[in-house]
Each structure stands twice: as C-alpha cells, then as structure tokens.
C-alpha cells in the first residue's frame, strides 16, 4: 500500500485521545474512511428521496387526470 506523510493539527483535545492509541495512522485512516462513506450514503439518500418526491408527485398528476374518467357511471 502507498502511503503519504501529512503534518496536521488537531484540537489539544484530540491529540490527547490520541495518545493511547497504538497505530494512530491506521485509526485515522479507518476514522476518515468511515467519515466518507456515512457522506456518501447520506448524500445518496437524499438523491433517493428527491426521486421518489418526484415520482410520487408525478403519480399524482397523472392521477388527477384520471380521476373524473375513474368515477364515470359512479354515484
């Protein structure tokens, strides 16, 4: 596996917690990887509920434009 050397800085606070863990770049690496895919998913949900707000309204016109012809002969 390629790897990249990175300085970064954290909050004191992180840095800390840090401490105590034993591979620090393997825990950061898995912590972003888990960061990315929770925003791939959130954002692949909301194309997912766009689309299905769309068809649902879509349904409906269509309904709307049968609803006269659905009731004909009915009292």
């Known amino acids: 596996m390629d790897t990249v050397r990175l300085n970064i800085t954290l909050p004191t606070e992180i840095g800390e917690s840090l401490r105590k863990i034993k591979n620090k770049s393997a825990f950061i690496a898995e912590a972003i990887k888990e960061k990315q895919s929770a925003e791939e998913k959130r954002k692949f949900r909301k194309q997912l ?18 609803e006269d012809t659905l009731k004909d002969g009915l009292e």
Not at 49 to 66: G, I, Q, S
């Open 49 to 66: 509920e766009a689309a299905y707000r769309e068809a649902a309204e879509e349904d409906y016109e269509v309904y709307k434009e049968w």
